[in-house]
């Protein structure tokens, strides 16, 4: 079965520090990868998705993913964070012809001011 | 467009009553997913239809919850005898899957439901 990792549960930064979370998937074949932020008390946003082609993909407010195919990972990564960016960071997985997006169990991030 | 409307955005309720949440979808799309945020089990698909059909049930908890989508623009989930454990954030999303390319997931801002 599908599944995908999120191995950083609580992430604390400092504003202007540099963030990298963690995603590996497993699914042999080819995906649609996706990350989702939620803001406190708010509904899922798509933040960036990755469909084909360029393996480094860029979505709003600064952030941007690297797919690495060998690593089945899709880390998600922003060079300088801001107080306005915690919230919990959820990746997710579709596998190529199915209906469904598998997401992981989310990342807490807390960034101080 | 709206985006994805859901109703009420906060249900507190005490055992053994039935609890109905309702879900509007994007107009055109053709997906309609019901998912339970807890603290515990993270995010969790419960149900999908695609036009109207239910597709994939098979993370419906019990048989005290039930969906429906008599329409495409209209969902419920129902939850009847409703539990303290059935206490979470339920969220209903929506997409348009054309010619099978994958497409995101539109999010409503769900719905709290407490169960005392």
């Known amino acids: 079965a599908q599944s995908v990792s999120q191995h950083n549960h609580h992430v604390i930064l400092s504003e202007a520090a540099s963030l990298e979370l963690g995603c590996n998937y497993s699914?042999?074949?080819?995906?649609?990868l996706f990350w989702y932020v939620q803001y406190p008390g708010q509904h899922l946003q798509l933040l960036l998705k990755?469909?084909?082609?360029?393996?480094l993909v860029k979505g709003i407010k600064g952030f941007e993913a690297e797919f690495i195919k060998s690593k089945f990972s899709f880390n998600l990564r922003k060079p300088s964070v801001q107080w306005s960016d915690t919230a919990e960071y959820f990746c997710?997985?579709?596998?190529?012809?199915?209906?469904?997006?598998?997401f992981g169990t989310g990342t807490r991030l807390q960034v101080f001011p | 467009d709206a985006g994805v409307i859901q109703s009420p955005r906060h249900e507190v309720t005490e055992m053994g009553q039935e609890v109905t949440l309702r879900c509007k979808p994007i107009?055109?799309?053709?997906?309609l997913f019901w998912y339970r945020q807890t603290m515990m089990r993270g995010l969790e698909l419960l149900i999908y239809f695609n036009n109207n059909v239910p597709i994939d049930d098979s993370g419906m908890p019990e048989d005290r919850f039930s969906a429906k989508m008599p329409n495409a623009s209209f969902s419920t989930l129902k939850i009847q005898p409703s539990e303290p454990r059935d206490s979470a954030v339920y969220f209903c999303?929506?997409?348009?899957?054309?010619?099978?390319?994958?497409?995101?997931?539109?999010f409503g801002p769900g719905t709290r439901l407490t169960v005392l």
């Open positions: 997710a997985v579709n596998a190529y012809n199915t209906d469904k997006l598998i």
């Open positions: 999303a929506s997409s348009l899957v054309s010619g099978r390319v994958y497409n995101e997931q539109f």
């Open positions: 990755y469909f084909s082609g360029d393996p």
């Open positions: 107009s055109g799309h053709d997906y």
């Open positions: 699914y042999g074949g080819t995906v649609n």
